[in-house]
């Protein structure tokens, strides 16, 4: 992956990633794992690579922007009551990764990408 057009493209899509997760507080991930999925399809494994690799961008990633809406005081009082559960959903999640089906984790990706999108249109 030493292609020099192929690193500014991997580039530029963790500039969007991080973009959109600083702007809207989510989002950046799908944005990685739709480009990791096309852009190193052949070099990854299966789609749970893309997943755990945008994962691990979106980490660190999201706990910047999260110290970003510290600073500013725009994180609500009831922040700690999500962030053990989240945690431990996390590590849930992360367990059960390569123990699902490639398919259906595609196919929740993508039902949870459409169901977002609805929400935010609807509400």
């Known amino acids: 992956m030493r292609e020099p057009a192929k690193c500014i493209l991997l580039a530029a ?46 980490l660190p990633l999201s706990a910047i922007s999260a110290a970003g809406y510290a600073l500013r005081g725009a994180l609500p009082d009831t922040i700690g009551v999500l962030v053990i559960p989240a945690v431990l959903g996390g590590l849930l999640g992360g367990a059960l990764l390569y123990r699902t089906k490639a398919r259906w984790l595609r196919v929740l990706f993508s039902v949870m990408v459409v169901w977002s999108g609805v929400s935010m249109l609807a509400g």
């Not at 944005?31 to 749970?48: E, H, K, M, N």
């Open 13 to 58: 899509v963790g500039l969007a990633s991080g973009f959109v997760n600083g702007l809207l507080g989510a989002g950046g991930g799908i944005i990685a794992v739709y480009a990791l999925s096309r852009l190193l399809g052949r070099q990854l494994d299966d789609s749970r690579d893309a997943f755990s690799n945008a994962l691990a961008v979106m």
